[in-house]
């Protein structure tokens, strides 16, 4: 036994100074060997003994956000890929009419403050779908950082192809979905069928004409943007049969929350606060954001809330083909 046990603290310390490589390599500095096995042997030999240290030895480095993320949280807040607020976002499930027992589900929040915010006013379980690579990872961190994983579940779907179980959900908030999908009358057919009868969704999005500029005024974004018309997006609501209960423009309070952003940027950065690989990415969004502010003012582009309710009784309809 004690020879096992001897073994197992050398395969410890082994792979301690594994992870001391990796550590080095992955923060671009010189390894020092001397350095870390002396810190190994610290950590193990300390008097008193640290509790927990051999484990400690070979623990991951904590989670760092990468460049693209650091960069959005600095400008928006942290967890955050867009403009917004927790205040307006608890106020999404009395939108809904969830009730407290619900089961909600939430297409699209990038980050997890949305999701935390909800987590405040809806004491139900949750099942989060997001859509975008980048942020998937980010996003389970942060719900297991906020103790939320007990009840909140985060999955990666892909908005032209997931089928939702039939009639799984008592509420449903979608959060800019329908300004990355390809087709939005099977996107808006799926969200029916996922509701039960009576049940309500919000739908949170961009709407406006086609324009050369919204290529300028999107290129930091993580798909290529598929903005419809107003009326489009009416359209394919109302041929899936859901009831429209509310359609409001969101413009304006969308917008101050931009210029929020902008405003209190100046505080958030410091000279530790981004690497050079995050500035930059910093840089090429706040240029995007220049344009998107401008069509926003020129309501060229707008932003939307709609409030759709499955009826009593109603059958969702055969799925459109995509394409």
Known sequence: MAALSVKGLFDKRKMALTQAKLRAW?????FDEVAALAA?????????????ADDALFDAPPYELPPRLAALGALWGEGRVRPGDAASEALEPARI????????????????????ALAAKHPGKMQVFEWRDETLDALKHGVA?????????????????????????????????FAYCGHPPYLAQQMMKA???GASA?????????????????????AEPQIRAHGDLLHAFK???FTLEGDEHLTEEFLEFARNGFKSLGERL????????????????????????KLLAQKRLERRRFILRRPNGATAPAPAPAG
């Open 26 to 30: 992955w923060d671009g500095v010189e």
């Open 40 to 52: 190994i042997e610290a950590a193990a030999n300390a008097e008193p003994p640290v509790e927990g």
């Open 97 to 116: 009419g969830i009730a407290a027992g619900g089961l909600l589900a939430v297409l699209g929040p990038g980050l997890a403050a949305p999701v935390i």
């Open 145 to 177: 950082a906020a103790k939320l994983d007990d009840r909140v579940s985060v999955s990666r779907i892909d908005l032209e192809a997931h089928v939702f179980a039939p009639a799984a959900f008592d509420g449903l908030l979608s959060i800019d979905d």
């Open 195 to 197: 509701l039960k009868p």
């Open 202 to 222: 919000v739908v949170e999005c961009y709407a406006g004409l086609p324009s050369a500029e919204l290529a300028t005024a999107f290129a930091s974004a993580f």
């Open 239 to 241: 041929e899936t049969g």
């Open 270 to 293: 410091t000279p530790q606060a981004l690497n050079v690989a995050a500035a930059q990415e910093l840089a090429w969004e706040a240029q995007a954001w220049r344009v998107r502010m």
